[in-house]
Nanobody, 117 residues
Framework: QVQLVESGGGLVQAGGSLRLSCAAS????????MGWFRQAPVKEREFVAS????????YYADAVKGRFTISRDNAKNTAYLQMKSLRPEDTAIYYC??????????WGQGTQVTVSS
């Protein structure tokens, strides 16, 4: 139905910034809500941020509020996660997800973010 591909992960020092991208294909995601999740070693996957299909509604996990910004460009079928003031505890595999019915139906393969101190 839809395919999601994340990119932009890498290694960064604490206090640095990184921008993740999520490109959608197969079917337009212009009417889909988009979200970012992450999973660190020995931890469960957790919600990071989401954005409505119109871009008018955004949610952030408390751990990233004020540091991360989610956005989307529907013309490019792409969602973004701008991360700043990164901390070692932000180290995780970051996953992009999409929904058109209230459930997170579609997932990307993940991109690794490693923050060193």
């Amino acid at each position: 139905q839809v395919q999601l591909v994340e990119s932009g992960g890498g290694l960064v020092q604490a206090g640095g910034s990184l921008r993740l991208s999520c490109a959608a294909s197969g079917r337009t995601c212009s009417t889909y809500d988009m979200g970012w999740f992450r999973q660190a070693p020995v931890k469960e996957r957790e919600f990071v941020a989401s954005i409505s299909w119109s871009g008018g509604t955004k949610y952030y996990a408390d751990a990233v509020k004020g540091r991360f910004t989610i956005s989307r460009d529907n013309a490019k079928n792409t969602a973004y996660l701008q991360m700043k003031s990164l901390r070692p505890e932000d180290t995780a595999i970051y996953y992009c997800a999409a929904t058109d019915n209230g459930s997170w139906n579609y997932w990307g393969q993940g991109t690794q973010v490693t923050v060193s101190s």
